[in-house]
T-cell receptor, first 118, second 115 residues
Framework: AQKITQTQPGMFVQEKEAVTLDCTYDTSDQSYGLFWYKQPSSGEMIFLIYQGSYDEQNATEGRYSLNFQKARKSANLVISASQLGDSAMYFCAMRGPSGNTGFQKLVFGTGTRLLVSP | DSGVTQTPKHLITATGQRVTLRCSPRSGDLSVYWYQQSLDQGLQFLIQYYNGEERAKGNILERFSAQQFPDLHSELNLSSLELGDSALYFC??????????????FGPGTRLTVL
């Protein structure tokens, strides 16, 4: 079974600093996808970044980058130059093998609450 | 704005009642997914539809059912509601039913409160 672990219930960072949110995963599959979503206090889930298990380069999207270490089964999210608007819950998620419709569901971690202070 | 719409935004009802949550996927997306987010269970996958057909089932209770219509919108029906069904229900959509990438984009959610 697939499992996502986020060990940091909360993180604090000062504005303009970088922060790393940890995510480790467990799967026996060779093909999988890893996602990060942001959930502000308003409740919506915002897609941030995706990394495929066969992608050789770490994914980047603007200020977000994913530090993918396959051997360690970790997929940490790095937010550079934090902004006040980055304060939110952040969820790491995994999707199972492509090609099998039964594994398109996302399995989520418990989330990390990030607070950015001025 | 993800392009996924959900109605209603909030729903307050009593135990034993039945409610219907509605979702319209992003234009062009054929897959719809339903998730439940509660304090004790976290975010859990309920069910997936692709082009009108059920594709995958997760931890969906027998009191819950869903369908996807020819115009691709989807409805999640919750019946015989219990206090524990209070949660935020998300709909997500993606372009395909499988494949690499195939990111899921989430709607704003429907917050259900059962009193």
């Amino acid at each position: 079974a697939q499992k996502i672990t986020q060990t940091q219930p909360g993180m604090f960072v000062q504005e303009k600093e970088a922060v790393t949110l940890d995510c480790t995963y467990d799967t026996s599959d060779q093909s999988y996808g890893l996602f990060w979503y942001k959930q502000p206090s308003s409740g919506e889930m915002i897609f941030l970044i995706y990394q495929g298990s066969y992608d050789e380069q770490n994914a980047t999207e603007g200020r977000y980058s994913l530090n993918f270490q396959k051997a360690r089964k970790s997929a940490n999210l790095v937010i550079s130059a934090s902004q006040l608007g980055d304060s939110a819950m952040y969820f790491c998620a995994m999707r199972g093998p492509s090609g099998n419709t039964g594994f398109q569901k996302l399995v989520f971690g418990t989330g990390t609450r990030l607070l950015v202070s001025p | 704005d993800s392009g996924v719409t959900q109605t209603p935004k909030h729903l307050i009802t009593a135990t034993g009642q039945r409610v219907t949550l509605r979702c319209s996927p992003r234009s062009g997306d054929l897959s719809v997914y339903w998730y439940q987010q509660s304090l004790d269970q976290g975010l859990q996958f309920l069910i997936q539809y692709y082009n009108g057909e059920e594709r995958a089932k997760g931890n969906i209770l027998e009191r819950f059912s869903a369908q996807q219509f020819p115009d691709l919108h989807s409805e999640l029906n919750l019946s015989s509601l219990e206090l524990g069904d209070s949660a935020l229900y998300f709909c997500a959509s993606s372009a395909r039913d499988r494949g690499t990438g195939n990111e899921q984009f989430f709607g704003p959610g429907t917050r259900l409160t059962v009193l």
